[in-house]
């Protein structure tokens, strides 16, 4: 990236590669730094003698003398999810040992990744450089299961253990570089499967890049020079095409132009397209990001506490998990499914030249807007992508968008907001019902990646808040129901033929406490392209 206002000019950081390794060893011959064992409340039980009754913890305390099971005593560490506790073990094989709480039970990835990133976090305190992780229960653990959390485990470590520290003068280097993942098998689907994690979260680090670089840096050019580089790095599969302003005139995407009209930074119209190298395409996907590099509202300017003008470096988002999607997928190389990436990048910014609110646009799909308040802009800039992507040949259509406030405020900072057309299917018996299929695609996904979705409603009487006396719509309804009527409004430029989810992400790309973001959407989105390439 490079440099603009402010002199500021990322660091080029290589982070550390950490090699994971499946054993089936026994605990007590394990050699390093950390053996750290996940532990359900069930597992810390113990007998009238106080005593562990668990197999492996058992194993360990008789190693250590009985100083395991009196230490958890005397800190009332009972295996809660969240709460730890780490050994300094001089004369023992391992330098420490710890005990990473799962919970009362733990059977979803999302458990297991937390369990990485706490097994990261004590690597940092104590910088280890060898760590072994281990289940103080796995033997109910399907095969199928023992892949999906030896997965989890390694995803958790990785992006546990990154920091961005590209916009510090001192950044920390964590030593970590070998794990050990014991008791869950060994062999090439699971070596296969510890890969598959390695490629997600180096394209989460990516995502969370992206989103957390600021907007003197990341600028729409900067934005798309990424892009194009992804498509370098894996031009056997994916190939770039990058629209100026001038050609997005062409293609009459007025709504789109009419946001970026008033920045210094011009607009880039972005289309990655993924095509497998060899065999039959059997269905064509395309993911829309909204992609505002900032948003300073316009002349409807953000003002206030809580208008989180500060962040608004944040509002690509959507376009962060659309291209770390890219990333992922031109690693791992899915068969079968032809993917579009799309991403209409601009700033929002006020001048002379700008939308002001009153204004009439027009859509590449021919329908005209009425902007009753340019910092429902999001919309604006996702109408004529979405237009465009109708118009590869499209069967699904997912897009990403940090769009509303109203959905925080609905979900909290942590579930993004799921809309989707329900389309219509005619039964044998001649019966109408409504089709889940997309939404019930990307919910298994997400049960895969551990994050977190809530599905919302259409309602489309709520439209009636969308009607212009002048043009076809307003771009925004009244502040009841302000996550569904921008769903409603998106709509508006689907082909009916398309079916098509809008996913809401304004609360969990960023960690509010950290100030850091999070690379959310990524893992469901290559997770649901792997669904519809098998």
């Given at each position: 990236?490079?440099?603009?206002?402010?002199?500021?000019?990322?660091?080029?950081?290589?982070?550390?590669?950490?090699?994971?390794?499946?054993?089936?060893?026994?605990?007590?011959?394990?050699?390093?730094?950390?053996?750290?064992?996940?532990v359900t409340e069930k597992d810390m039980s113990k007998d009238e003698n106080s005593k562990f009754q668990n197999s492996i913890l058992k194993k360990l305390d008789g190693l250590l003398g009985g100083m395991l099971a009196e230490v958890s005593s005397e800190e009332d560490f009972t295996g809660k999810a969240g709460k730890s506790m780490v050994l300094r073990l001089p004369s023992c094989g391992s330098k420490r040992v710890g005990l990473i709480g799962l919970g009362k039970t733990a059977s979803y990835p999302a458990s297991?990744?937390?369990?990485?990133?706490?097994?990261?976090?004590?690597?940092?305190?104590?910088?280890?450089?060898?760590?072994?992780?281990?289940?103080?229960?796995?033997?109910?653990?399907?095969?199928?299961?023992?892949?999906?959390?030896?997965?989890?485990?390694?995803?958790?470590?990785?992006?546990?253990?990154?920091?961005?520290?590209?916009?510090?003068?001192?950044?920390?280097?964590?030593?970590?570089?070998?794990?050990?993942?014991?008791?869950?098998?060994?062999?090439?689907?699971?070596?296969?499967?510890?890969?598959?994690?390695?490629?997600?979260?180096?394209?989460?680090?990516?995502?969370?890049?992206?989103?957390?670089?600021?907007?003197?840096?990341?600028?729409?050019?900067?934005?798309?020079?990424?892009?194009?580089?992804?498509?370098?790095?894996?031009?056997?599969?994916?190939?770039?095409?990058?629209?100026?302003?001038?050609?997005?005139?062409?293609?009459?995407?007025?709504?789109?132009?009419?946001?970026?009209?008033?920045?210094?930074?011009?607009?880039?119209?972005?289309?990655?397209?993924?095509?497998?190298?060899?065999?039959?395409?059997?269905?064509?996907?395309?993911?829309?990001?909204?992609?505002?590099?900032?948003?300073?509202?316009?002349?409807?300017?953000?003002?206030?506490?809580?208008?989180?003008?500060?962040?608004?470096?944040?509002?690509?988002?959507?376009?962060?998990?659309?291209?770390?999607?890219?990333?992922?997928?031109?690693?791992?190389?899915?068969?079968?499914?032809?993917?579009?990436?799309?991403?209409?990048?601009?700033?929002?910014?006020?001048?002379?030249?700008?939308?002001?609110?009153?204004?009439?646009?027009?859509?590449?799909?021919?329908?005209?807007?009425?902007?009753?308040?340019?910092?429902?802009?999001?919309?604006?800039?996702?109408?004529?992508?979405?237009?465009?992507?109708?118009?590869?040949?499209?069967?699904?259509?997912?897009?990403?968008?940090?769009?509303?406030?109203?959905?925080?405020?609905?979900?909290?900072?942590?579930?993004?907001?799921?809309?989707?057309?329900?389309?219509?299917?005619?039964?044998?018996?001649?019966?109408?019902?409504?089709?889940?299929?997309?939404?019930?695609?990307?919910?298994?996904?997400?049960?895969?990646?551990?994050?977190?979705?809530?599905?919302?409603?259409?309602?489309?009487?709520?439209?009636?808040?969308?009607?212009?006396?002048?043009?076809?719509?307003?771009?925004?309804?009244?502040?009841?129901?302000?996550?569904?009527?921008?769903?409603?409004?998106?709509?508006?430029?689907?082909?009916?033929?398309?079916?098509?989810?809008?996913?809401?992400?304004?609360?969990?790309?960023?960690?509010?406490?950290?100030?850091?973001?999070?690379?959310?959407?990524?893992?469901?989105?290559?997770?649901?392209?792997?669904?519809?390439?098998?």
């Amino acid at each position: 990236m490079a440099h603009t206002l402010g002199l500021t000019q990322p660091a080029n950081i290589q982070h550390p590669k950490i090699s994971f390794t499946a054993k089936e060893i026994d605990v007590a011959e394990w050699k390093g730094d950390i053996l750290a064992v996940g532990v359900t409340e069930k597992d810390m039980s113990k007998d009238e003698n106080s005593k562990f009754q668990n197999s492996i913890l058992k194993k360990l305390d008789g190693l250590l003398g009985g100083m395991l099971a009196e230490v958890s005593s005397e800190e009332d560490f009972t295996g809660k999810a969240g709460k730890s506790m780490v050994l300094r073990l001089p004369s023992c094989g391992s330098k420490r040992v710890g005990l990473i709480g799962l919970g009362k039970t733990a059977s979803y990835p999302a458990s297991f990744q937390r369990l990485g990133e706490a097994v990261a976090a004590a690597s940092k305190t104590a910088q280890a450089n060898s760590v072994a992780i281990i289940l103080a229960s796995s033997e109910d653990l399907s095969n199928e299961s023992k892949l999906s959390t030896a997965s989890a485990i390694a995803s958790g470590t990785v992006l546990g253990i990154y920091e961005d520290g590209r916009y510090k003068s001192e950044p920390r280097k964590p030593k970590l570089n070998s794990v050990d993942i014991i008791g869950l098998g060994t062999g090439p689907e699971l070596e296969k499967k510890l890969k598959y994690a390695e490629n997600v979260s180096s394209a989460i680090i990516f995502g969370r890049e992206l989103v957390n670089s600021p907007a003197n840096v990341l600028t729409p050019a900067a934005l798309a020079a990424e892009a194009s580089n992804i498509a370098s790095l894996y031009s056997d599969v994916l190939s770039a095409n990058i629209l100026s302003a001038e050609q997005c005139k062409e293609l009459k995407m007025g709504s789109y132009l009419g946001v970026a009209a008033a920045s210094a930074n011009p607009p880039h119209f972005i289309h990655l397209c993924y095509k497998p190298s060899s065999g039959p395409i059997k269905t064509k996907l395309a993911l829309v990001g909204k992609g505002l590099t900032f948003d300073s509202g316009g002349y409807n300017i953000k003002t206030g506490a809580g208008c989180s003008i500060d962040i608004m470096k944040t509002d690509m988002g959507g376009s962060a998990a659309v291209l770390g999607a890219a990333k992922a997928l031109g690693q791992i190389k899915p068969p079968g499914v032809e993917v579009h990436f799309i991403v209409a990048s601009c700033e929002n910014m006020i001048s002379g030249t700008g939308m002001r609110p009153g204004d009439i646009i027009t859509a590449s799909n021919g329908k005209t807007i009425e902007v009753n308040n340019t910092d429902a802009e999001g919309r604006l800039t996702l109408a004529d992508a979405l237009v465009y992507a109708c118009n590869q040949g499209v069967d699904k259509i997912v897009d990403l968008a940090t769009l509303t406030g109203a959905c925080i405020v609905a979900l909290g900072p942590s579930i993004a907001g799921i809309h989707n057309i329900w389309i219509l299917k005619v039964l044998k018996k001649g019966v109408f019902t409504p089709s889940d299929d997309l939404a019930k695609e990307v919910f298994e996904a997400s049960e895969v990646s551990g994050e977190k979705f809530w599905r919302m409603p259409l309602e489309e009487s709520y439209w009636e808040s969308m009607k212009s006396g002048v043009a076809d719509m307003v771009n925004t309804g009244g502040r009841q129901g302000g996550a569904i009527t921008a769903a409603l409004f998106l709509k508006q430029f689907v082909d009916e033929k398309v079916q098509w989810m809008h996913i809401d992400l304004a609360g969990p790309v960023w960690n509010d406490k950290k100030r850091v973001a999070t690379g959310f959407g990524i893992a469901t989105l290559v997770e649901w392209v792997l669904k519809n390439s098998s």
